[in-house]
Protein backbone atom coordinates (compact mmCIF):
# COMPACT_ATOMS: atom_id res chain seq x y z
CA UNK A 1 0.00 0.00 0.00
CA UNK A 2 2.60 2.36 1.14
CA UNK A 3 4.79 1.54 -2.01
CA UNK A 4 2.00 2.65 -4.58
CA UNK A 5 1.06 5.46 -2.51
CA UNK A 6 -2.28 5.98 -0.54
CA UNK A 7 -3.67 8.65 -3.43
CA UNK A 8 -6.03 11.14 -3.05
CA UNK A 9 -8.33 9.50 -0.06
CA UNK A 10 -6.12 10.22 2.48
CA UNK A 11 -7.18 11.11 6.36
CA UNK A 12 -5.99 14.92 6.00
CA UNK A 13 -7.77 14.93 2.69
CA UNK A 14 -11.16 14.16 4.37
CA UNK A 15 -11.20 17.95 6.09
CA UNK A 16 -12.65 20.72 4.79
CA UNK A 17 -10.91 22.32 1.85
CA UNK A 18 -10.51 25.59 3.73
CA UNK A 19 -8.28 23.15 6.25
CA UNK A 20 -6.41 22.16 3.62
CA UNK A 21 -5.62 25.58 1.97
CA UNK A 22 -4.81 27.07 5.53
CA UNK A 23 -2.50 24.42 5.80
CA UNK A 24 -0.41 24.46 2.50
CA UNK A 25 -0.20 28.63 2.84
CA UNK A 26 1.25 28.26 6.27
CA UNK A 27 4.23 25.23 5.33
CA UNK A 28 4.54 26.83 2.06
CA UNK A 29 4.66 30.66 3.25
CA UNK A 30 7.23 29.66 5.93
CA UNK A 31 9.13 27.64 4.01
CA UNK A 32 9.75 30.89 1.57
CA UNK A 33 11.37 32.92 4.54
CA UNK A 34 13.26 30.44 5.98
CA UNK A 35 17.28 30.14 4.92
CA UNK A 36 18.40 28.48 8.19
CA UNK A 37 19.45 24.81 8.22
CA UNK A 38 17.31 23.39 10.95
CA UNK A 39 14.06 25.12 9.11
CA UNK A 40 15.00 24.11 5.46
CA UNK A 41 16.51 20.35 6.79
CA UNK A 42 13.08 20.29 8.45
CA UNK A 43 10.36 21.07 5.58
CA UNK A 44 13.21 19.12 2.87
CA UNK A 45 12.26 15.88 4.81
CA UNK A 46 8.64 16.55 5.48
CA UNK A 47 7.87 17.40 2.34
CA UNK A 48 9.84 14.92 0.82
CA UNK A 49 8.04 11.90 3.29
CA UNK A 50 4.67 13.39 2.62
CA UNK A 51 4.96 13.43 -0.89
CA UNK A 52 6.68 9.39 -0.95
CA UNK A 53 3.57 8.44 0.88
CA UNK A 54 0.78 10.05 -1.38
CA UNK A 55 2.34 8.72 -4.27
CA UNK A 56 4.64 6.13 -3.16
CA UNK A 57 7.24 4.70 -5.36
CA UNK A 58 6.06 7.05 -8.41
CA UNK A 59 7.48 10.15 -6.75
CA UNK A 60 11.11 8.40 -5.75
CA UNK A 61 12.91 9.31 -9.08
CA UNK A 62 11.43 12.20 -9.70
CA UNK A 63 12.00 14.10 -6.48
CA UNK A 64 15.51 12.44 -6.68
CA UNK A 65 16.23 13.36 -10.24
CA UNK A 66 14.41 16.86 -9.46
CA UNK A 67 16.10 17.49 -6.63
CA UNK A 68 19.56 16.78 -7.40
CA UNK A 69 19.58 19.15 -10.80
CA UNK A 70 18.43 22.48 -8.95
CA UNK A 71 20.86 21.69 -6.31
CA UNK A 72 23.48 21.16 -9.04
CA UNK A 73 22.46 24.05 -11.54
CA UNK A 74 21.73 26.50 -8.25
CA UNK A 75 24.75 26.52 -6.87
CA UNK A 76 26.96 26.75 -10.16
CA UNK A 77 24.70 29.88 -11.25
CA UNK A 78 25.24 30.90 -7.84
CA UNK A 79 29.00 30.42 -7.51
CA UNK A 80 29.81 31.70 -11.28
CA UNK A 81 28.28 35.28 -11.05
CA UNK A 82 28.55 36.08 -6.84
CA UNK A 83 31.57 36.55 -5.79
CA UNK A 84 30.99 37.88 -2.70
CA UNK A 85 32.03 36.30 0.40
CA UNK A 86 35.58 35.92 2.45
CA UNK A 87 36.30 32.74 2.20
CA UNK A 88 37.61 32.16 -1.28
CA UNK A 89 37.93 28.25 -2.37
CA UNK A 90 39.82 29.12 -6.06
CA UNK A 91 40.10 31.45 -8.53
CA UNK A 92 38.54 30.88 -12.17
CA UNK A 93 39.77 33.12 -14.83
CA UNK A 94 40.48 35.62 -12.00
CA UNK A 95 37.04 35.13 -10.21
CA UNK A 96 36.97 34.39 -6.88
CA UNK A 97 34.55 31.55 -6.03
CA UNK A 98 33.67 32.08 -2.59
CA UNK A 99 32.49 29.13 0.15
CA UNK A 100 29.38 31.86 1.21
CA UNK A 101 28.37 31.86 -2.19
CA UNK A 102 28.37 28.15 -2.60
CA UNK A 103 26.25 27.82 0.77
CA UNK A 104 24.13 30.04 -0.19
CA UNK A 105 23.58 28.84 -3.69
CA UNK A 106 22.79 25.08 -2.16
CA UNK A 107 20.56 26.47 0.70
CA UNK A 108 18.43 28.35 -1.59
CA UNK A 109 17.70 25.73 -4.17
CA UNK A 110 16.83 23.12 -0.95
CA UNK A 111 14.48 25.57 -0.52
CA UNK A 112 13.28 25.75 -3.86
CA UNK A 113 12.88 22.12 -4.05
CA UNK A 114 10.95 22.08 -0.68
CA UNK A 115 8.53 23.94 -2.10
CA UNK A 116 8.12 21.91 -5.09
CA UNK A 117 7.85 19.38 -3.72
CA UNK A 118 5.35 20.37 -1.18
CA UNK A 119 3.30 21.33 -4.48
CA UNK A 120 3.13 17.68 -5.45
CA UNK A 121 1.37 16.83 -2.29
CA UNK A 122 -1.03 19.62 -2.70
CA UNK A 123 -1.78 18.69 -5.97
CA UNK A 124 -2.65 15.61 -4.74
CA UNK A 125 -4.78 16.94 -1.63
CA UNK A 126 -6.04 19.79 -3.30
CA UNK A 127 -8.45 18.36 -6.09
CA UNK A 128 -9.83 20.53 -8.99
CA UNK A 129 -13.46 19.97 -6.60
CA UNK A 130 -12.05 21.71 -3.67
CA UNK A 131 -10.18 24.72 -5.50
CA UNK A 132 -13.25 25.37 -7.60
CA UNK A 133 -15.72 25.36 -4.32
CA UNK A 134 -13.32 27.50 -2.62
CA UNK A 135 -12.31 30.32 -5.38
CA UNK A 136 -15.36 29.42 -8.04
CA UNK A 137 -17.91 31.68 -6.10
CA UNK A 138 -15.85 34.45 -5.78
CA UNK A 139 -13.62 34.15 -8.24
CA UNK A 140 -14.90 31.56 -10.68
CA UNK A 141 -11.61 32.75 -13.65
CA UNK A 142 -9.24 31.88 -10.67
CA UNK A 143 -10.83 28.61 -9.81
CA UNK A 144 -11.14 27.04 -12.85
CA UNK A 145 -7.64 28.33 -13.66
CA UNK A 146 -5.76 26.76 -11.00
CA UNK A 147 -8.06 23.81 -11.06
CA UNK A 148 -6.56 23.66 -14.86
CA UNK A 149 -3.20 24.45 -13.64
CA UNK A 150 -2.29 22.04 -11.24
CA UNK A 151 -4.01 18.78 -13.40
CA UNK A 152 -2.37 20.58 -16.63
CA UNK A 153 0.98 18.44 -16.29
CA UNK A 154 -0.07 14.84 -15.21
CA UNK A 155 -2.95 15.11 -17.68
CA UNK A 156 -0.34 15.64 -21.01
CA UNK A 157 2.15 13.23 -18.98
CA UNK A 158 -1.10 10.67 -19.48
CA UNK A 159 -2.10 11.47 -22.90
CA UNK A 160 1.71 11.17 -23.93
CA UNK A 161 1.83 7.65 -22.94
CA UNK A 162 -1.57 6.89 -24.55
CA UNK A 163 -0.09 8.25 -27.67
CA UNK A 164 2.90 6.94 -27.41
CA UNK A 165 1.83 3.38 -27.05
CA UNK A 166 -0.35 3.61 -30.10
CA UNK A 167 1.97 5.00 -32.19
CA UNK A 168 4.36 1.78 -30.97
CA UNK A 169 1.41 -0.32 -32.01
CA UNK A 170 1.19 0.80 -35.19
CA UNK A 171 4.90 0.07 -35.52
CA UNK A 172 5.77 3.66 -35.84
CA UNK A 173 9.09 4.97 -34.85
CA UNK A 174 10.62 1.72 -34.00
CA UNK A 175 12.99 -0.57 -35.98
CA UNK A 176 12.82 -4.54 -35.93
CA UNK A 177 15.79 -5.67 -33.09
CA UNK A 178 17.51 -2.92 -33.53
CA UNK A 179 17.49 0.17 -31.28
CA UNK A 180 15.76 3.17 -34.05
CA UNK A 181 18.33 5.81 -34.99
CA UNK A 182 18.35 9.28 -33.04
CA UNK A 183 16.67 11.40 -35.91
CA UNK A 184 14.00 8.47 -36.17
CA UNK A 185 13.30 8.68 -32.50
CA UNK A 186 13.02 12.75 -32.73
CA UNK A 187 10.83 12.52 -35.66
CA UNK A 188 8.67 10.50 -34.00
CA UNK A 189 8.77 12.46 -30.64
CA UNK A 190 7.71 15.46 -32.75
CA UNK A 191 5.09 13.46 -34.28
CA UNK A 192 3.94 12.96 -30.74
CA UNK A 193 4.17 16.18 -29.35
CA UNK A 194 2.33 17.38 -32.15
CA UNK A 195 -1.00 14.63 -31.92
CA UNK A 196 -0.82 15.89 -27.99
CA UNK A 197 -1.11 19.60 -29.28
CA UNK A 198 -3.93 19.02 -31.42
CA UNK A 199 -6.16 16.99 -28.49
CA UNK A 200 -5.34 19.16 -26.20
CA UNK A 201 -6.52 21.91 -28.27
CA UNK A 202 -9.61 20.02 -28.96
CA UNK A 203 -9.90 19.20 -25.66
CA UNK A 204 -9.95 22.39 -24.32
CA UNK A 205 -12.79 23.74 -27.05
CA UNK A 206 -15.15 21.10 -25.92
CA UNK A 207 -14.57 22.14 -21.97
CA UNK A 208 -15.03 25.71 -22.90
CA UNK A 209 -17.92 24.74 -24.70
CA UNK A 210 -18.88 23.07 -22.24
CA UNK A 211 -18.86 24.82 -19.65
CA UNK A 212 -20.35 28.07 -21.79
CA UNK A 213 -23.36 25.98 -22.44
CA UNK A 214 -23.98 25.37 -18.87
CA UNK A 215 -23.63 28.58 -17.42
CA UNK A 216 -20.67 28.40 -15.26
CA UNK A 217 -19.31 31.94 -14.04
CA UNK A 218 -23.04 33.44 -14.80
CA UNK A 219 -23.95 35.79 -11.44
CA UNK A 220 -26.55 34.02 -9.30
CA UNK A 221 -25.40 30.56 -10.57
CA UNK A 222 -25.07 27.62 -7.68
CA UNK A 223 -22.94 24.84 -7.30
CA UNK A 224 -23.33 21.46 -5.42
CA UNK A 225 -20.94 20.35 -2.68
CA UNK A 226 -20.86 18.24 0.19
CA UNK A 227 -18.38 20.33 2.49
CA UNK A 228 -19.49 21.12 5.71
CA UNK A 229 -17.09 22.94 8.22
CA UNK A 230 -17.12 20.54 11.55
CA UNK A 231 -16.02 20.90 14.95
CA UNK A 232 -13.50 18.11 14.20
CA UNK A 233 -12.18 20.98 11.08
CA UNK A 234 -12.90 23.64 13.26
CA UNK A 235 -10.22 21.59 16.22
CA UNK A 236 -7.38 21.36 13.47
CA UNK A 237 -8.09 24.87 11.68
CA UNK A 238 -6.95 26.37 15.68
CA UNK A 239 -3.99 23.69 15.43
CA UNK A 240 -2.71 24.73 12.52
CA UNK A 241 -3.43 28.74 13.09
CA UNK A 242 -1.91 28.61 16.79
CA UNK A 243 1.37 26.94 15.10
CA UNK A 244 1.18 28.88 12.53
CA UNK A 245 1.16 32.13 14.43
CA UNK A 246 4.22 31.00 16.37
CA UNK A 247 6.47 30.02 13.22
CA UNK A 248 5.26 33.68 11.77
CA UNK A 249 5.99 34.80 14.91
CA UNK A 250 9.59 33.18 15.13
CA UNK A 251 10.28 34.48 10.89
CA UNK A 252 9.38 38.12 11.92
CA UNK A 253 12.27 37.83 14.79
CA UNK A 254 14.46 36.63 12.12
CA UNK A 255 14.12 33.25 13.73
CA UNK A 256 14.19 31.23 10.50
CA UNK A 257 17.24 33.32 8.58
CA UNK A 258 21.27 33.06 8.55
CA UNK A 259 23.46 35.58 7.04
CA UNK A 260 25.42 34.53 4.24
CA UNK A 261 27.49 37.63 3.28
CA UNK A 262 30.52 38.75 4.08
CA UNK A 263 30.59 35.35 6.12
CA UNK A 264 27.92 32.66 6.82
CA UNK A 265 26.67 33.06 10.15
CA UNK A 266 23.66 31.83 11.88
CA UNK A 267 21.23 32.70 14.59
CA UNK A 268 21.76 31.84 17.67
CA UNK A 269 19.96 29.00 18.69
CA UNK A 270 17.76 30.38 21.66
CA UNK A 271 14.63 29.65 23.10
CA UNK A 272 12.08 31.32 20.44
CA UNK A 273 14.71 29.70 17.60
CA UNK A 274 13.70 25.91 19.41
CA UNK A 275 9.95 27.09 19.89
CA UNK A 276 9.36 28.31 16.35
CA UNK A 277 11.53 24.72 14.80
CA UNK A 278 9.29 22.78 17.05
CA UNK A 279 6.03 24.46 16.13
CA UNK A 280 6.91 24.50 12.47
CA UNK A 281 7.88 20.50 12.50
CA UNK A 282 4.47 19.91 14.38
CA UNK A 283 2.62 21.54 12.04
CA UNK A 284 4.42 19.95 9.00
CA UNK A 285 3.97 16.85 10.03
CA UNK A 286 0.64 16.27 11.12
CA UNK A 287 -0.93 14.97 7.74
CA UNK A 288 2.03 12.98 6.97
CA UNK A 289 1.09 11.39 10.93
CA UNK A 290 -2.45 11.09 10.52
CA UNK A 291 -2.50 9.58 6.92
CA UNK A 292 -0.03 7.15 8.43
CA UNK A 293 -2.11 6.28 11.52
CA UNK A 294 -4.57 6.12 9.28
CA UNK A 295 -3.74 3.57 7.06
CA UNK A 296 -2.52 1.40 9.69
CA UNK A 297 -5.99 1.59 11.06
CA UNK A 298 -7.37 0.75 8.01
CA UNK A 299 -5.03 -2.39 7.84
CA UNK A 300 -5.89 -3.94 11.60
CA UNK A 301 -9.70 -3.92 10.73
CA UNK A 302 -8.80 -5.61 7.56
CA UNK A 303 -6.62 -8.30 9.26
CA UNK A 304 -9.22 -8.27 11.99
CA UNK A 305 -12.39 -8.98 9.78
CA UNK A 306 -10.45 -11.71 7.40
Not at 67 to 92: P, Q, R
Not at 220 to 249: E, H, P
Request: proline fraction near 3%; hydrophobic fraction near 50%.
Amino acid sequence: MFREGIGERTEFAEYHPWVNLVYYALVIGITMFSMSPWFLAATFILSWFYSLLLKGRAALRLNLVFVFWIVVVMALINVLFVHDGDTVLCFIHGNRITAEALIYGISAAVMLSSVLIWFTSFNCVMTAEKLIFLFGRAAPVLGLTLSMIFRYIPLLRARYGEISMGQRCLGRGKVEDTKPPLKMRLRQAGKNASILISWSLESSIESADSMEARGYGLRGRTSFNLYRFSRRDTAMMVWLCVLGALCIAGCALHKTEAWFYPVYKLHPFDMMTAVTLIAFILMAATPLIMDIAGELRWERLENGEQ
